[in-house]
Nanobody, 112 residues
């Protein structure tokens, strides 16, 4: 059973950058496509980015395309979300996802 633990959230000014990490435990991590979702206060959870099991294909929500980059490191059992040019609309709890498995989330706050 895969377990996911996110880290890297925090407070950043508009225009700044953060890198989120999602550390996975479990023997089958490398077989899963991995995704990031986010949920802003008072809003539904929304898709942000995903990466296939090889790391060769990535997909992004239009709202983050060109600013965010998802990568994975099989040796470290970790998925990353590099977030650049952050704006206040990116403020949310960010969740790592592998199929039906979710992490606990990490809060990103972007101040104007």
């Amino acid at each position: 059973q895969v377990q996911l633990v996110e880290s890297g959230g925090g407070l950043v000014q508009a225009g700044g950058s953060l890198r989120l990490s999602c550390a996975a435990s479990g023997p089958t991590f490398n077989r899963y496509p991995m995704s990031w979702f986010r949920q802003a206060p008072g809003k539904e959870r929304e898709f942000v980015a995903s990466i296939n099991w090889t790391g060769g294909s990535t997909y992004y929500a239009d709202s983050v395309k060109g600013r965010f980059t998802i990568t994975r490191d099989h040796a470290k059992n970790t998925v990353y979300l590099q977030m650049n040019s952050l704006n206040p609309e990116d403020t949310a709890v960010y969740y790592c996802n592998a199929g039906e498995i979710w992490g606990q989330g990490t809060l990103v706050t972007v101040s104007s």
